[in-house]
């Protein structure tokens, strides 16, 4: 008889907010010993991972993951998500068919059985004219979306995936709020987002200035000061997504200090690009809303390490290289960042930019938290044996050809980190080696605990 079904030696276990010497024994898919080093545990299958660093698998509650699309698919995100080091992915389904109904829901819920190589689940999707007041919302809390996305700001152009309307914002905050789930909102404000798209044009500007100035700190900041009076009138949840100024970050900040429920994702994107490496690396490095300056990415880096962002995702996009190949107004925005994520922070920890706790905080504890998902986002007893093992001392420079995304290009193409992981395990099964997908299709859905 041995004690565990696997058991993972010499490694530095993050525990507790720690580094620890500890094995790790996992039974039935979870975590059930974290004993001495020397103890002498025993399992069926042993992994020495000699020295190096076991750290939480990483939740990340903002993919898009195109289930059926070709731009990207179940197999292919979420191999990603295993290459980089993620154990549990939550798809943002805006894509059409955007998942505003329970039946779409369950339909797209279909293409992950079986072939989801990572943990999963589904956001609803909030838009107007389609869902707002019709009960759906209820409803796919039902079929069991964690959580619920909506974007304020469609630039004057057709867009299915938005809540413009205030009457409407409010009543989808209500009814959000009924559900007891949190809200992400893509946060600009789209009076603003109109006026500044029309100066540009009268401007004559073009290129990279006409994208960059359509879309200016000030759609945010007003957006978010919106945000936290919805989030404080209905007792939401609310998480900005990808928030892109040092101001919005402090107002977010300023408002959870006065109580309310209001919460900032951020992504590696608004950490390592700004908007003069944007022009050198051209539309494939594009994103919306746009990457700021120099100094304002300075600027985030600080509230990274000292708190006021709360959780960062990828906002992982893939896109055709046709969508990318345009005048920047009318690229594709977005990017494949699931497998230069971890990677990317796992560096600034050796630069000296932040820590490990940062990471391991923002990247699986606090988004597990906020969806409610109990078993993952740390390692103690009983909690979901999701890990990642990290080489914290491996030189690499990101090739986007190298990718388990469809997507074969990156702002970070040619960057070179310092660290990397090395095996991806979700719920005990590896499912990546050395940043390569294994067959291993073991993800399950994910589901809130009520
Ligand atoms: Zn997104």
């Not at 919805?230 to 959870?256: C, F, K, N, R, S």
Request: proline content about 6%; overall charge negative.
């Amino acid at each position: 008889m041995t004690d565990a079904d696997l058991v993972v030696t010499g490694g530095q276990v993050y525990v507790h907010g720690q580094l620890r010497d500890v094995t790790l024994g996992v039974t039935d898919g979870r975590v059930s010993h974290l004993a001495a080093a020397d103890g002498g545990l025993s399992g069926d299958r042993e992994l020495d991972v000699d020295g190096s660093v076991v750290l939480p698998g990483c939740v990340d509650a903002h993919v898009h993951v195109r289930p059926g699309d070709d731009r990207e698919g179940v197999d292919s995100a979420t191999a990603a998500a295993a290459a980089g080091g993620v154990t549990t992915v939550v798809d943002m389904p805006n894509f059409p068919p955007t998942v505003t109904d329970r039946e779409v829901w369950d339909e797209m819920a279909a293409l992950y059985d079986g072939t989801a190589r990572v943990d999963y689940s589904m956001f609803g999707h909030i838009a107007e004219g389609q869902n707002v007041g019709t009960g759906d919302i209820t409803e796919l809390a039902a079929a069991g979306a964690p959580a619920f996305k909506t974007f304020t700001s469609a630039g004057g152009g057709p867009d299915p995936y938005v809540v413009l309307d205030k009457g409407d914002l409010l009543t989808a905050f209500e009814e959000v709020a009924e559900t007891g789930r949190p809200f992400w909102v893509h946060a600009e404000d789209d009076e603003y987002h109109v006026e500044f798209i029309e100066r540009v044009e009268e401007e004559g500007l073009t290129g990279m200035d006409a994208f960059l100035e359509s879309a200016p700190p000030i759609l945010e900041a007003t957006a978010v000061r919106d945000l936290v009076d919805l989030a404080d009138y209905t007792g939401v949840t609310t998480v900005i997504a990808h928030t892109t100024t040092a101001e919005a970050l402090d107002i977010v900040a300023d408002a959870q200090a006065d109580g309310v429920p209001i919460y900032a994702e951020t992504t590696p994107y608004y950490l390592g690009i700004d908007a003069e490496r944007l022009r050198d690396i051209g539309t494939t490095g594009l994103g919306t809303p746009p990457v700021r300056s120099p100094a304002n990415r300075e600027r985030i880096w600080e509230r990274f390490d000292d708190g006021r962002v709360d959780t960062m995702a990828t906002d992982h996009a893939p896109r055709f290289d046709e969508e990318k190949d345009r005048d920047p107004i009318d690229v594709g925005p977005g990017m494949p960042q699931l497998e230069t994520a971890l990677p990317f922070l796992l560096t600034a920890v050796n630069d000296g930019r932040t820590s490990l706790d940062r990471i391991v905080e923002t990247y699986a504890r606090r988004p597990a938290e906020l969806l409610g998902l109990e078993r993952k986002g740390r390692l103690e007893i009983g909690a979901d044996a999701d890990f990642v093992v990290v080489d914290m001392d491996a030189e690499w420079t990101v090739d986007p050809e190298d990718f388990e995304s469809r997507a074969k290009y990156s702002p970070f193409d040619g960057w070179t980190f310092t660290a990397r992981p090395v095996r991806t395990y979700v719920r005990g099964t590896e499912v990546a080696v050395d940043m390569e997908a294994t067959d291993a299709t073991p993800g399950e859905r994910v589901e809130r605990a009520e």
